[in-house]
């Protein structure tokens, strides 16, 4: 599955973003199958989980995002969003979005950067 990031950017403490991913070329049932999540990369860490989504369950998210990210999905646009609210400094980090197949292939997008000011 081919996947575009965007909407990233900089944005002071406190302000919302919202990341979109795009699967173009995706089929109907691919989309609405497998894990969709995103993912985010802070300098000298390690990838973490922000928020993902199973096709008729309800998201997850860790703790440090709850109540402030929200992941969804428009089926007929084949596009995932990350709405971002109160953003903090330690959200700053390169966002990723993921489609893990249930065949067990996992496809990642290019990444969008994400920069929160003080």
């Known amino acids: 599955v081919y996947l575009v990031e965007s909407g990233g950017g900089l944005v002071q403490a406190g302000g919302s973003l919202r990341l979109s991913c795009a699967a173009p070329?995706?089929?109907?049932?691919?989309?609405?199958?497998?894990?969709w999540a995103w993912y985010r990369q802070a300098p000298g860490k390690e990838r973490e989980l922000v928020a993902s989504?199973?096709?008729?369950?309800?998201?997850n998210y860790p703790d440090s995002v709850k109540d402030r990210f929200t992941i969804s999905k428009d089926n007929r646009k084949r596009t995932m969003y990350l709405q971002m609210n109160s953003l903090k400094p330690e959200d700053t980090g390169v966002y990723y979005c993921?489609?893990?197949?249930?065949?067990?292939?996992?496809?990642w997008g290019q990444g969008t950067q994400v920069t929160v000011s003080a």
């Open positions: 070329r995706a089929i109907l049932s691919t989309f609405t199958s497998g894990t």
């Open positions: 989504l199973v096709h008729g369950a309800s998201a």
């Open positions: 993921n489609h893990h197949a249930p065949s067990g292939t996992d496809n």
